[in-house]
């Protein structure tokens, strides 16, 4: 039992710890302490993330270009065809990081 604050910081410390109350509680009653769980993505993870969104970023930039009813140039056209292999070899890169 406990009260409807007591529950509140509770769930707040679980959240922070990224557990659920119930292991929180458990965790605290039998040793005494929480064991904070960190969470280390590959390094490969961590580079396709930064590509997308570089990508995404730079296609972003395209597409407000576009909808602004603007031509695109020939460099812009051919940065796009670039934009579009590196999405293409980065779809196949996760493929075959994931086989």
Not at 13 to 18: H, I, L, R, T, V
Not at 59 to 70: H, I, T
């Amino acid at each position: 039992m406990c009260t409807p604050d007591e529950r509140k910081i509770i769930e707040e410390k679980a959240k922070d710890f990224g557990i659920s109350n119930s292991e929180f509680l458990r965790s605290l009653g039998l040793k005494g302490q929480v064991d904070r769980k960190m969470k280390v993505l590959p390094k490969e993870i961590l580079l396709f993330t930064a590509t997308l969104n570089h990508l995404a970023a730079n296609m972003n930039q395209v597409a407000k270009k576009r909808n602004s009813l603007d031509e695109l140039n020939a460099l812009e056209r051919a940065e796009l065809n670039h934009l579009s292999e590196q999405i293409k070899r980065l779809a196949k890169d996760i493929k075959n990081f994931l086989q």
